[in-house]
């Protein structure tokens, strides 16, 4: 952590010069421009005001904005030089702040990082998830699939939470969504208190709960998708996954595309004559792609033949290739396929299993854990029991019975 720095409290007007946040807080980078605009939404986030660190007692905060900006490596308020290049509102019970027109229980962290002002939202963790699952999740959705949406967000975020980087992570599908207050949903509200501190664990750590929209019927392994094997991301079928809104689709990419996309793989083989599919994963996915073309031939496998599909704008690499001009790419779900499968958690919890259940089907070999202590590196997890095991011929039956009056207990 580091140290405080004193400045005056007519520049600061509340916010202190430095940074820190206690263990179960999560930073999350919301915002990040040249210039931002700060506003204390409700209420005066501690009691007495804000002050400076050795600074006299200031008044009660007063609703305000803050207008922040960079000059060289430090950041500015108001148009004053603070002499620094961090800015610290801390949270506290209650407490709400604007950054950058959206609001965010908590506080706030300001860093000046490459000539822009970087917004760091710092809030309680569960507080978090009310703004992370309804936005990854529709909140209407079962309860069983918003619980088990919730306790993944909580292993995933959990797993990330750093204090010595600037921020655990980010606002956007390239982390996970996190839509502020704005986004809170009672339904999903329901969802992280009926699961508070639940995680997921392997091994005694927080395990790696990637999860896709839609698998398209059958799980990939984290082995072909990235080429990291873990245990419990294995390729199974997930009949459960298959009745989603993009349980079948195609695309139509044209040749000059595919001549792009295989270039920028790095496939040298001059104008193309044909591109298939020469090896297949367990899942179904492409684990080798063959070019031939007027020089000669060359091959994408692994991970980069998975990504060369993704680059030609398909929403999934369960695929199969037909023709060259167009391409034809018809194929089955939304996402790499990896872990949860949201429509297949839809298909679980329509079948009246809990989220326990799903959880276990999707990350089997896991225990359930409760978060005890800090987070982050050397997490402190107690934990509660393995995950229930679905055997795969239970869950086709389930599938059968899933549209029939009733559920399966």
């Known amino acids: 952590m580091r140290s405080f720095l004193r400045v005056g409290a007519a520049v600061c007007g509340g916010l202190l010069l430095g940074s820190g946040a206690s263990a179960l807080n999560v930073r999350v980078l919301v915002a990040s421009a040249p210039q931002l605009t700060v506003r204390v939404a409700a209420p005066a986030p501690a009691p007495g005001g804000l002050s400076v660190p050795g600074a006299p007692a200031a008044a009660p905060l007063p609703a305000q904005a803050w207008t922040v900006g960079v000059t060289g490596a430090q950041l500015t308020l108001n148009g004053q030089t603070t002499g620094s290049a961090t800015l610290y509102l801390p949270p506290s019970a209650g407490s709400v702040v604007d950054i950058a027109g959206k609001t965010y229980r908590g506080g706030v962290q300001l860093r000046a990082e490459g000539g822009a002002v970087q917004g760091i939202n710092v809030v309680d963790l569960e507080d978090y998830l009310r703004g992370v699952v309804p936005a990854e999740m529709p909140a209407s959705w079962p309860a069983a699939a ?89 390729a199974k079928a997930d009949p459960f996954s298959a009745g989603g809104p993009r349980a079948r689709w195609q695309l139509e990419v044209p040749l000059g595309r595919v001549q792009e996309a295989a270039g920028n793989a790095g496939v040298r083989v001059g104008a193309l004559k044909s591109v298939t599919v020469t090896r297949v994963s367990e899942s179904g996915r492409p684990l080798e792609i063959t070019f031939v073309g007027a020089t000669g031939s060359g091959k994408l496998t692994g991970a980069s033949a998975g990504g060369f599909v993704r680059a030609l704008g398909a929403p999934a690499t369960r695929v199969t290739l037909a023709g060259l001009n167009p391409l034809v790419l018809s194929g089955s779900g939304s996402g790499h396929g990896v872990g949860l499968s949201q429509y297949g958690a839809l298909g679980l919890a329509n079948a009246g299993y809990s989220h326990l259940h799903v959880l276990g089907f999707y990350y089997p070999g896991t225990q359930l854990a409760t978060l005890t202590g800090r987070a982050g590196a050397g997490d402190a997890l107690m934990a509660v029991a393995a995950l229930p095991v679905l055997p795969l011929e239970q869950v086709w039956a389930a599938a059968q019975l899933a549209a029939r009056p009733g559920s399966v207990q």
Do not use: H, M
Request: with cysteine.
């Open 146 to 234: 918003v619980q088990a949406q919730a306790v993944i967000a909580r292993t995933y975020v959990t797993a990330r939470i750093n204090p010595a980087t600037p921020f655990d992570t980010c606002a956007t599908d390239a982390c996970q969504v996190y839509g502020g207050v704005a986004a809170e949903k009672p339904q999903s509200d329901a969802a992280v208190a009926a699961t508070r501190a639940q995680v997921v664990a392997f091994g005694g750590k927080a395990a790696s709960t990637f999860f896709s929209s839609d698998n398209g019927g059958f799980t990939a392994s984290s082995a072909e998708v990235w080429g990291k094997d873990l245990p419990y991301l294995t």
